[in-house]
Structures are given as C-alpha cells and as structure tokens.
C-alpha cells in the first residue's frame, strides 16, 4: 500500500521519476547498483533486513544520492541512528505523502530533514561527541587500546588475555573509560567504541 500510495503520488510530480521499487532488502541493493537512482525513499523495515545496515549499503553504492527514510518506527529513536548511519531525511509514517515529496525536496537541496525535536537531539548529539574528543586526547595509550578492542567486540575475558592483564584490571580501564566520557553503561560504551573503531567520531 505504501509502495502503491508513493508511486501515484510522485506520478504527478514534475520533480521526480520513479525508476524503481523494492520489497526486500537485497532487492534494494540489486536495483541500488543497476538503476543508480539520485534518491531512495527507504523503510526501517524492510522483510529481509535491518533498515541501517540498507541505509549503511546503500551509502557504499550510491555514495552520491540523497536517502530518506519514511518509517513508522519512533523517529525519536531511529532517526539518529538514520542519519548516522547516512541518511538525510526521515519522515514518520503519520505524516501524509507530500510531507515525504516536501523532504525529499528538501534533503535534494544539500539538506538534513528530521523534525524540530530530532533535530534538537542531534545537536546535542554533536555536542556531547565534540566534548568526547576532547577527552580522547587525555586518554593514555593503553585506554585507547582498551577502547578499540571494546569496539571490535572483544569481552572482558579475551580483553585481559590479549593485554595479559587481570579481568578486574580490564575492568577498571572499563569503568575509567566510561567515566572519561560521561557515559552511564557498558552499553553506551560498547556503541561508542564501535563508532570510535568505525572511524564515526574523529579520534583528533
């Protein structure tokens, strides 16, 4: 139905030709390197696969054209994680159709499109990743190994038999990396070393 829905209604539009659609996630990224579309209309859920790991693909395939996501998963959540993971706009599925043309124009101009209150966190997003930086700096070359291996997955065991340390000294490096970067878990921790190992946050 929304397939159906945004394909009459960008019919009409002068703006846009639609080239393609998909059902599934591999389908996306078959049409993806075929077509070269200059913009995806993208879901969070997509019957065969993760939303960001699509988005995340679609960016490697298509490293020019613009993605919106129109989804009708809490955008206060995975909205962010959207845009991190390369998106440039996301809608909420309550939102009428030419709420989706209205982005979708808009992200084709250069821009971010979320609305006010996302965009409010991921300002404050950006500046709590600008502080952490900052910290990075004052972290010695051995919690910076710590924060790696977290990010490659490693568990606190295969941590201290590659560093040849005690588990309760692998753990102290943890808990002093947390309290660096102001983070309250190990889970908050475990995603920012995955988007420190990533390369998402500047390590300068």
Not at 145 to 171: D, F, H, P, W
Not at 177 to 182: D, E, I, P, R, W
């Amino acid at each position: 139905m929304v397939l159906t829905g945004l394909r009459l209604f960008f019919r009409g539009d002068a703006c846009f030709e639609v080239v393609g659609e998909a059902t599934s996630a591999q389908a996306a990224r078959i049409d993806a390197e075929t077509l070269r579309p200059d913009a995806v209309i993208t879901d969070m859920v997509m019957g065969d696969g993760d939303g960001i790991a699509l988005i995340e693909d679609l960016r490697t395939i298509l490293p020019s054209a613009r993605i919106l996501v129109y989804s009708s998963r809490d955008e206060a959540v995975w909205a962010p994680r959207a845009i991190s993971a390369g998106a440039q706009g996301y809608v909420a599925k309550s939102e009428p159709l030419d709420a989706v043309a209205a982005a979708l124009n808009y992200v084709m101009g250069g821009s971010i499109h979320v609305s006010e209150a996302v965009q409010q966190s991921l300002m404050g997003d950006l500046a709590r990743q600008r502080d952490r930086r900052t910290e990075i700096d004052d972290m010695s070359g051995r919690e910076l190994q710590v924060l790696r291996l977290i990010g490659r997955g490693e568990t606190l065991q295969s941590l201290a038999k590659q560093l040849q340390l005690s588990v309760k000294t692998v753990g102290t490096y943890r808990e002093r990396l947390k309290t660096k970067l102001g983070l309250d878990s190990v889970r908050m921790l475990e995603r920012y070393a995955a988007d420190y190992v990533a390369g998402r946050i500047d390590p300068s």
